[in-house]
């Protein structure tokens, strides 16, 4: 049987060529072309894949990558936004929470029964909204008989002419109805309660088993009682559509193509890497480190994950590392996992003219947002680019001269820069605004100007 990616990743990525994809990751990230080239020809590859037969495609690996990069470079960014653009279930985990097991943190296997979580309801979504115009013609046909309740007929009465006039009465209500004529009136109708019993997770089990031995045990606990609670109409119907929507729709089907596709499109981004970065003969935190790094292992070499939707493959989900790398290198990791990330690919500290592009060149860019944010209080806010540049380079020097945190710096200047007018906008007059050189000279040189205020404000 061939491997197909589902059917909405095909239509949408399927005819984007690498170029096309660094184009699209280009609307949001500055720079880092070559962690966009890599990951660009990791989903292309998936695409080349599920044209191949069955028995190559099941031998083809994803080729996992590892990013190396100073924080706020674009590490995460350009995953989060690949997994958008291929509309994969994607989960960001972070690498040292991994460490404390037993105590706060959590077993590797949880990542993948996350992203199967993510999958199941990214299935549902698409399944509601397929379902969604039946399951709004019944909601409206059962609230019609709650406010217009069918009256019976005479048995010696024109049977036919009473239906037709009830017809026609029931029309007439449900034109009222989409006028939202009817918005005003209660009705009353029978609301599912969500019970669900309080309990302890005895030490060592996950939630998955926990859940799944409590269901088998107390089937009746969990079906939730039903109580008579009056609401208004649009009320009403809302929670008669979402009600109608899930019997429409089959888990099980749900659960089965949402395992299907994240074993064949999910994508997985592991941070803080290098936090677990600890070779043999260390003492301490090293050793539980190295544990993670072991742990780890399997889930990205392939194995088989017990989820409460069925058993879950991990041959095929691409795994995404990232880390700063600062302390540890790349080769502290152990041999094995270094070589399940055969694809390395350094990003860039970020400068003054990166930092310029940020502030206006990506669709969501931190000067449009603030515009944006001003303009609901009317207020017309501009920036000169005298300004921007000037916002720049005071991004650059605290980052310089204090811990860098790359494009991360800039909303730190920004929220000090724009301070007074986001207290003040909803009392100000002079509704238009523009942020010019003297004016960002004016918040922010003196902080700039004493190091020791820079690192506790910016």
């Given at each position: 049987?061939?491997?197909?990616?589902?059917?909405?990743?095909?239509?949408?990525?399927?005819?984007l060529?690498p170029?096309q994809?660094?184009?699209?990751?280009?609307?949001y990230?500055?720079?880092?072309?070559?962690?966009k080239?890599?990951?660009?020809?990791a989903?292309?590859?998936?695409?080349?894949r599920q044209?191949?037969?069955p028995?190559?495609?099941e031998e083809?690996?994803?080729k996992?990558?590892l990013?190396?990069?100073p924080?706020?470079?674009?590490k995460?960014e350009?995953?989060?936004r690949?997994?958008?653009l291929a509309?994969?279930?994607f989960?960001?985990?972070?690498?040292?929470?991994?460490?404390e097991?037993g105590?706060?943190g959590r077993?590797v296997?949880?990542?993948?029964?996350?992203l199967v979580e993510l999958?199941?309801?990214m299935?549902?979504e698409e399944?509601?909204e397929?379902?969604?115009t039946?399951?709004?013609?019944?909601?409206?046909?059962?609230?019609?008989?709650i406010?217009l309740?069918p009256?019976?007929i005479?048995?010696?009465?024109?049977?036919a002419?009473a239906r037709?006039q009830?017809?026609q009465?029931r029309?007439?209500?449900?034109e009222q109805?989409?006028?939202?004529?009817?918005d005003?009136?209660?009705v009353?109708?029978d609301?599912?309660e969500?019970?669900?019993?309080?309990?302890e997770?005895?030490?060592?089990?996950?939630?998955?088993?926990?859940?799944i031995n409590?269901k088998d045990m107390l089937?009746?606990?969990f079906?939730?009682k039903?109580?008579?609670?009056?609401?208004?109409v649009?009320?009403?119907?809302?929670?008669l559509?979402?009600?109608e929507?899930?019997?429409l729709?089959?888990?099980?089907?749900?659960a089965?193509?949402?395992?299907?596709?994240?074993?064949?499109a999910?994508?997985?981004?592991?941070?803080?890497?290098d936090?677990?970065a600890?070779r043999?003969?260390?003492?301490?935190p090293d050793?539980s480190?190295?544990?993670v790094?072991?742990?780890?292992?399997?889930?990205?070499?392939g194995?088989?994950?017990?989820t409460?939707?069925?058993?879950?493959?991990?041959?095929h989900?691409?795994f995404?590392?990232?880390?700063?790398?600062h302390?540890?290198?790349?080769?502290?990791?152990?041999?094995?996992?270094q070589g399940?990330?055969?694809?390395?690919?350094e990003?860039?500290p970020?400068?003054?003219?990166?930092?310029?592009?940020?502030?206006?060149?990506?669709?969501s860019?931190?000067?449009?947002?603030?515009?944006?944010?001003?303009?609901?209080?009317g207020i017309?806010l501009?920036?000169?680019?005298?300004?921007?540049?000037?916002?720049?380079?005071?991004a650059t020097?605290?980052n310089?001269?204090t811990?860098?945190?790359?494009?991360r710096?800039l909303?730190?200047?920004?929220e000090?820069l724009?301070?007074e007018?986001?207290?003040e906008?909803?009392?100000?007059?002079?509704?238009?605004i523009t942020?010019?050189?003297?004016?960002?000279?004016?918040?922010l040189?003196?902080?700039?100007k004493?190091e020791?205020?820079?690192?506790?404000?910016l």
């Amino acid at each position: 049987m061939p491997i197909y990616l589902p059917e909405k990743t095909q239509s949408s990525t399927d005819t984007l060529t690498p170029r096309q994809i660094v184009a699209e990751l280009d609307k949001y990230v500055v720079g880092q072309s070559a962690a966009k080239r890599a990951v660009a020809i990791a989903l292309r590859n998936r695409m080349r894949r599920q044209k191949l037969t069955p028995e190559l495609a099941e031998e083809i690996a994803p080729k996992n990558i590892l990013m190396i990069g100073p924080t706020g470079v674009g590490k995460t960014e350009i995953a989060r936004r690949l997994a958008r653009l291929a509309q994969s279930p994607f989960l960001k985990v972070e690498a040292s929470k991994f460490t404390e097991i037993g105590y706060v943190g959590r077993d590797v296997e949880s990542m993948v029964r996350d992203l199967v979580e993510l999958g199941v309801d990214m299935v549902r979504e698409e399944r509601i909204e397929e379902v969604r115009t039946k399951a709004t013609q019944n909601a409206e046909d059962r609230l019609l008989d709650i406010l217009l309740p069918p009256r019976p007929i005479a048995p010696d009465g024109d049977s036919a002419a009473a239906r037709e006039q009830q017809g026609q009465t029931r029309e007439r209500f449900r034109e009222q109805l989409h006028a939202g004529r009817l918005d005003t009136r209660v009705v009353e109708i029978d609301v599912r309660e969500k019970s669900f019993p309080s309990f302890e997770i005895i030490a060592g089990s996950s939630v998955e088993e926990v859940d799944i031995n409590l269901k088998d045990m107390l089937p009746g606990l969990f079906q939730g009682k039903t109580k008579r609670r009056k609401l208004k109409v649009p009320e009403a119907l809302e929670y008669l559509r979402q009600e109608e929507e899930q019997k429409l729709i089959d888990m099980d089907s749900v659960a089965k193509a949402a395992v299907e596709r994240v074993e064949q499109a999910g994508i997985i981004f592991i941070d803080e890497i290098d936090k677990i970065a600890g070779r043999e003969g260390a003492h301490g935190p090293d050793v539980s480190r190295e544990g993670v790094q072991r742990d780890i292992l399997p889930i990205v070499e392939g194995t088989t994950v017990n989820t409460k939707y069925g058993m879950v493959r991990t041959d095929h989900i691409l795994f995404i590392a990232a880390g700063a790398f600062h302390v540890s290198k790349p080769s502290d990791l152990i041999p094995e996992l270094q070589g399940r990330f055969p694809i390395r690919v350094e990003l860039q500290p970020l400068g003054k003219e990166e930092f310029i592009r940020i502030l206006t060149e990506p669709r969501s860019a931190l000067v449009k947002q603030y515009m944006a944010l001003m303009e609901t209080e009317g207020i017309d806010l501009t920036f000169s680019d005298d300004a921007i540049r000037r916002i720049a380079d005071f991004a650059t020097i605290v980052n310089e001269r204090t811990e860098n945190i790359g494009a991360r710096r800039l909303h730190t200047v920004m929220e000090k820069l724009l301070d007074e007018i986001s207290f003040e906008g909803p009392d100000l007059e002079q509704k238009t605004i523009t942020i010019d050189d003297a004016y960002v000279t004016k918040m922010l040189a003196d902080i700039v100007k004493n190091e020791d205020l820079s690192r506790y404000i910016l």
